[in-house]
Structures are given as C-alpha cells and as structure tokens.
C-alpha cells in the first residue's frame, strides 16, 4: 500500500527544466510556497492513458479550477526535461505546467516511485493526484495499487468534486465544419457568444464525409454535439439555445 501523506511537507528538491533551450533549475519553493497547486503524477509522458485522458481532461477543467483559488496545475512525471517538454508542445495544453522529475526525487519523497521494470520503463511514478496549499498536502487520491496502470480516483474531476463539489463544469462541445462554411461560421459565433469552448473537427481534413456520416446520421455541415448529444446544424443550435 501507498502511504497517504495529508498533512505532510512536499518533498525539498531541485527539479532540472529547460526554458528557452537553457537548463533552468525549479525548487519546490518556487514551485508550491504561497501557492495553492493541484499536480497529477503519472507513469510516462507520451503513454496512451496520460495522453488521452490525464492531462486533457485537466487542462479543460482548469479555468473551473483557477476560478476557486488554484494558483496552479502541474503535471509530473518521471522523465527528462526535453521529453517533457516535447509531450507540452504535442499535447497543446496552456493551462497545464509540465515539470521533469527525471531522476525521480520528488516522486521517491512522495514514496511513489515504482519499478516498471516489466514494461521496460525502469523507476516511474505511480499515478496519484494531490492538493497542495503553500506546500503542505491538503488531499491525495492514490489509484489502487492492483497490476497495470489503474486510473480510477486521480482524474480532473475528482479532483475538481473535492475542491469544489457545486462547481458548475464546462460542456463538452463538438463541431463538425467545412472551411468557409458560412452556416458553420454562425454556429461557432453562437457557441462564442455563449462563452462556450468546442473542439473543431474539418470535414476533408480531420475527417471523412464518411465519418461525419457515422458520426450524425448527416452529410451537410454543421453538425454540433453537447455533452454527447447530437443537437445539429446552426439552425437547431439556435433553437437548443433558446430552450436553455
């Protein structure tokens, strides 16, 4: 079992980044003192649970999470300071601050560092997420410690549940488009207006006109989903919204 550390001191260490192609060294001083950080440890930078869920459900859920009192969200892993940052650049994600561990001296002191030695990835960190006020940790949620890599209790949302548990999240919004689309045009105006973020997915770039078609059941652009439901072109976005 992991050791929950609640009420305990961060780990004192110098982590080792590169900021402007120059080696820059970051204390944990700098990094949590007079700060209320939320970090979120995990196995690998570039692995497929990370990749996908870890970090960009965090980085969605960040505006929620800096609106009550979050200073800062941090990514950890056990990797070197160019893997993390190339992972930065790939992952496109402003509101997550990605720091190396790479010689895993945070994750040791925080006694989550494991052997991955069967995957051929040697000493990582086990996934775990953390509130930390002024350097003190204020709540852990530690996966299970069970084979694989369980990612069950370290997510964003629980996370955001425990800070803030009537915390109002953003919808998840879809749009499929066409470049110079005019109807397409109005419905992200729409979604704009309502201070309302959309992924973006171009027909004939991102996707076929055969995936729009699985996708909605339609050929004509474009077609809008919230939170997994299927709302439609601009006209119905207009009337979704004055049903709201």
């Not at 790939?90 to 190396?100: D, G, L, R, S």
């Not at 960190?125 to 890599?149: H, Q, T």
């Not at 729409?190 to 055969?210: F, K, N, P, Q």
């Amino acid at each position: 079992m992991f050791e929950n550390r609640e009420g305990q001191r961060v780990p004192s260490v110098i982590f080792k980044t590169r900021q402007d192609h120059q080696w820059v060294d970051l204390s944990s001083d700098e990094l949590f003192k007079g700060k209320t950080v939320v970090v979120f440890s995990l196995p690998g930078a570039f692995t497929p649970t990370c990749s996908s869920s870890h970090v960009p459900r965090f980085n969605e859920l960040a505006p929620v999470f800096f609106a009550h009192g979050v200073d800062r969200i941090v990514c950890l892993s056990v990797n070197d300071a160019f893997v993390m940052n190339e992972w930065a650049r790939e992952q496109h994600a402003p509101n997550v601050t990605f720091i190396p561990d790479g010689n895993g001296d945070f994750t040791a002191g925080m006694g989550m560092l494991v052997d991955k030695d069967d995957l051929g990835f040697g000493k990582r960190s086990w996934r775990y997420s953390m509130l930390v006020r002024d350097g003190v940790v204020e709540k852990m949620f530690i996966e299970p410690n069970k084979p694989g890599d369980p990612y069950e209790v370290s997510d964003a949302d629980t996370m955001l549940d425990y800070l803030a548990p009537n915390a109002v999240k953003p919808r998840s919004v879809v749009v499929f488009s066409r470049e110079g689309c005019p109807f397409c045009a109005r419905a992200k105006g729409m979604l704009a207006d309502a201070g309302m973020a959309y992924d973006e997915i171009i027909v004939g770039r991102d996707v076929t006109l055969r995936g729009l078609r699985a996708a909605s059941g339609r050929e004509t652009v474009p077609q809008v989903f919230i939170d997994g439901v299927h709302i439609g072109g601009s006209d119905d976005l207009a009337g979704w919204f004055k049903q709201q």
